[in-house]
């Protein structure tokens, strides 16, 4: 369906160039963990960013918990200043069903009330089950419903392409 | 005097055919992994005091009953607030149970909470079994977790006592520990002694007058001391049980003044554990007869932290118990 290969450089110029535009509102960057939060790391000070960047961590928003449970490793969400009234930008490394972006949204208004939210997105593909777009996209990807595309690290970054298991 | 229960919780009852945790009845036949992951997962509840909205919607539309036979408000409001904390829905129900026909009893009144489509029983009782005994007879969809029961186990105390082990000494496989107190009567002690087993603490003691140490006590993987000083030598972690005045009847202790003068925590003994030792309490603390007042209230004292901690275990254990009940779709 698409043979491009994620180049992950290619799509950390492009993302840092999309955070550009927005630095002149002053956002918070947070990472959704573990790879949006691998992306956010790298981003940080090449995009500009100064202050302390925050990370979340969904386990306990998965709308799938009753269904596969608790994720085995949860990490502490981490945010260092109060998000009241703070620009946002939301960084994930997969936006492919909108489960994770609403969840992690769900995250952040239990620490407060943003004033908004810009969604960053490393790949976007195909497969939206919720009304989520993202604002800054590194690559645009069309896959098959079996294809499965995954952010490794975090030493070297590099997407994986890979076929879902039967 | 008895020797150490085995006839009690079976492995089996407490995990699925799957592998899933399905009870919290006892520490005894976890593996490992089972407890690392409560401790983990315990890791992402632990800053939850400083959001604005201290809840996760993990829990929401299930109900949990604090279902205790035998008082204890401190345990009682943890598991409430760690219910709450995740969305449950709570209900306390003080059962104080009938003399008679005891078994029946509690089992007619969990059938009857189940009708109300309880989802986790969170039970306490002064006998030991009953959580065992309750989780035999309910469907496959409702989870218990013991509370305490009798001299037998209080899994959930352990865990966050190991949790707060861990937050200052990650490594458990060069630690030594003494527990210190009534082993005899202990639930604490008995689940502290598996946990610490289980996760790979190579000395462990127990140290107490002849009288409050079980029989054959060792078998439970433990070196036993009577002499608090050989005990407590070069420790990293000091963990004292509470002295339950009821139960000190028929001379297991020749007064209180001597108990504390041979065993009660003072700050001359403690100087014999290794210099940054941690002092854990399960609470409520006997002032001036386990331990002195200036060491539970001292720089070593980890006591408070382990009530914080207590809450995020809770939250731990029940979200990991009621999660992943459905099968994958695909």
């Known amino acids: 369906m698409n043979d491009a290969k994620p180049d992950i450089d290619e799509i950390l110029g492009t993302l840092e160039a999309g955070l550009r535009e927005v630095l002149e509102l002053r956002p918070l960057l947070v990472g959704i963990h573990t790879g949006g939060a691998w992306l956010a790391e790298r981003l940080h000070g090449s995009a500009g960013f100064t202050e302390e960047m925050g990370t979340l961590d969904i386990s306990f928003y998965r709308d799938d918990f009753t269904r596969i449970g608790i994720n085995p490793q949860v990490r502490t969400s981490h945010l260092p200043v109060d998000i009241d009234n703070r620009h946002i930008v939301l960084v994930d490394d997969v936006l492919h069903t909108g489960r994770t972006t609403r969840a992690a949204m769900n995250v952040l208004f239990d620490y407060g009330r943003p004033r908004s939210i810009i969604l960053a997105a490393g790949i976007e593909r195909n497969g939206r089950e919720l009304p989520i777009q993202p604002d800054i996209v590194g690559m645009h990807l069309r896959l098959t419903p079996s294809q499965h595309v995954k952010l490794t690290g975090p030493e070297e970054l590099a997407f994986t392409i890979s076929e879902k298991k039967p | ?330």
């Open chain 2, 1 to 330: 005097m008895t020797a150490v229960s085995s006839n009690l919780p079976r492995a089996d009852l407490q995990y699925t055919s799957d592998g899933r945790l399905r009870h919290l009845l006892t520490i005894e036949h976890l593996s490992p992994e089972t407890l690392t992951r409560i401790l983990d997962t315990a890791e992402g509840f632990i800053d939850f005091g400083h959001r604005e909205i201290k809840k996760v919607p993990l829990l929401r539309g299930k109900t949990v009953v604090n279902l205790f036979f035998e008082d204890s408000t401190r345990t009682r409001t943890t598991f409430e607030i760690a219910a709450k904390r995740l969305s449950a829905d709570v209900i306390n129900l003080n059962a104080k149970r009938l003399s008679t026909s005891k078994g029946e009893t509690v089992l007619d009144t969990v059938r009857n909470l189940e009708a109300m489509h309880t989802d986790l029983f969170v039970v306490r009782d002064s006998q030991s079994g009953s959580a065992y005994l309750i989780a035999q007879h309910v469907p496959e969809h409702v989870s218990i977790i013991n509370a305490g029961d009798g001299r037998h186990a209080h899994p959930t105390q352990a865990m966050l006592d190991v949790f707060t082990i861990r937050q200052h000494r990650p490594d458990f496989h060069k630690l030594s520990v003494a527990i210190v107190g009534d082993i005899l009567h202990s639930r604490v002690a008995r689940s502290q002694i598996h946990a610490l087993n289980i996760l790979g603490v190579p000395d462990i003691r127990v140290v107490a007058p002849r009288t409050l140490l079980p029989t054959e006590v060792e078998r439970l993987g433990v070196r036993a001391c009577t002499d608090m000083r050989e005990g407590l030598e070069d420790v990293d972690v000091v963990m004292m049980l509470r002295l339950q005045r009821e139960r000190m009847q028929g001379s297991l202790i020749a007064s209180e003044q001597e108990y504390f003068n041979l065993y009660g925590l003072t700050q001359e003994k403690l100087a014999c554990a290794k210099p940054d030792a941690l002092v854990m309490h399960p609470g409520p603390i006997n002032r001036g007869l386990e331990i002195a007042s200036d060491v539970a209230d001292g720089e070593h004292s980890v006591i408070l932290s382990q009530v914080t901690n207590g809450i995020a275990v809770r939250m731990s254990v029940m979200a990991i118990l009621m999660g992943g009940k459905q099968r994958p779709e695909q």
